[in-house]
């Protein structure tokens, strides 16, 4: 009797959009620091300024994603071209309290009504990225004004997801309502996406974020086709004094980190707006000196990688004489997606990957040593390509 065939697990699927061009959004109360933040990891020099509101269409950039790993593979291949991996941020006006009904100064500036006014329009640019930085206020400063008259950071938190979950249920209300509205014989899709939207609105009347449950994989088909607000993945960043910033000591931030760690849990990183404007304002060859001087180093480059990560993005190698490129894909990517990435006739035409892990390749020194300790590696279709890989592709075409 032949042996049964091994199943294949099925991964859960990852909430969110399935493509390899994924956005970081920057959201917060007005002056919490959002477009300092942006300014800095671009340099693009948007307006700034102490109002609330200063920043009305989203700003977009493209900033780099800072890693070792490529610099050696340049400094090792000494290309004719690099490309490193990088990452979309998005500047994204001030959100205030009643945003979701289009209330507050947005409702007042646009004299909107039935919910439409910046508060939506804010709420809509969300929509269009993939993660969310969290930037919290906790600095004091008299000249900077808050929209609420207050200094707190947590409170500003709630007023946020609170919004965020609004939006969502506003969304899964009409859904609901269009499913209701539907003439004819309900089908079994439709009755599994109407048992779903009901759910997940309880689960959000609840005071809870969809990011949070615990979703089936067909829960989850439907959750990526309604792109809700609160199942993006969150990053806290927490701004502070440059004082309080160089001594690693801040009031708020013990409530701020029980708040997060109640709420879920998701990555905390403190910052000084006013320590990254005066480090982006420095020679590349004064950074490292005044950095030592400071008694801090600078923290964008963690949060563009935690953003990075956040969103599920990795990145394989491509690695030869004439270029060194990052290629980056969605987390749980196959070999022939990842081929794809170069160009579509590369899925197509996939026959195998030919693989080395970063690792290995650093340890032995080169390709040739890699091949001699059996570490090179032929893999096929159902190979996930995991960060870090260095790949060349066999496909129906040759050797790319």
């Avoid at 004082?243 to 409530?255: E, G, S, V, W």
Wanted: net charge negative.
């Amino acid at each position: 009797m032949a042996p049964k065939k091994k199943e294949e697990v099925k991964e859960k699927p990852i909430l969110g959009r399935f493509r390899n061009n994924l956005k970081m959004g920057i959201v917060g109360m007005p002056n919490v620091g959002k477009s300092t933040l942006f300014n800095v990891l671009t340099k693009m020099g948007i307006p700034a300024e102490n109002f609330p509101f200063c920043t009305i269409e989203p700003n977009q950039a493209r900033v780099n994603v800072p890693d070792d790993r490529f610099n050696w593979l340049v400094n090792t291949y000494k290309p004719k071209s690099a490309v490193s991996a990088y990452l979309d941020i998005c500047d994204i006006a001030g959100l205030v309290k009643g945003a979701a009904q289009g209330e507050g100064l947005g409702k007042a500036f646009l004299g909107a009504a039935q919910g439409e006014g910046l508060g939506n329009a804010f709420l809509s640019h969300i929509s269009a990225v993939d993660g969310i930085f969290h930037v919290c206020r906790a600095f004091e400063d008299p000249d900077v004004t808050h929209v609420e008259d207050r200094i707190d950071p947590v409170g500003d938190l709630e007023i946020i997801h609170s919004e965020l979950r609004l939006k969502d249920i506003e969304r899964l209300s009409a859904i609901l309502e269009g499913i209701k509205r539907q003439r004819g014989q309900v089908t079994k899709e439709m009755k599994e996406e109407m048992e779903c939207a009901e759910k997940v609105l309880a689960w959000l009347e609840e005071g809870k974020d969809v990011r949070l449950g615990d979703w089936t994989a067909r829960e989850i088909e439907f959750l990526n086709n309604w792109l809700l607000l609160t199942a993006k993945p969150a990053v806290y960043l927490v701004n502070c004094s440059k004082k309080d910033y160089i001594r690693k000591k801040n009031k708020f931030l013990p409530k701020i980190f029980e708040w997060v760690q109640a709420n879920g849990g998701a990555p905390i990183i403190p910052f000084s707006g006013v320590f990254e404007n005066e480090y982006a304002e420095l020679e590349e060859g004064e950074r490292e000196a005044w950095t030592k001087e400071q008694g801090a180093d600078s923290a964008l480059a963690k949060i563009i990688t935690t953003g990075f990560k956040a969103i599920h993005l990795i990145y394989f190698f491509t690695a030869g004489a004439d270029e060194v490129k990052c290629w980056q894909i969605r987390k749980g990517s196959k070999a022939p997606q990842a081929a794809g990435t170069i160009h579509t006739d590369f899925e197509r035409g996939f026959i195998c990957a030919e693989v080395m892990h970063y690792e290995e390749l650093h340890e032995l020194g080169n390709e040739h040593a890699v091949k001699a300790a059996g570490k090179y590696r032929q893999e096929g279709k159902n190979y996930t390509v995991a960060d870090g890989d260095i790949i060349f592709f066999v496909t129906a075409s040759g050797k790319k």
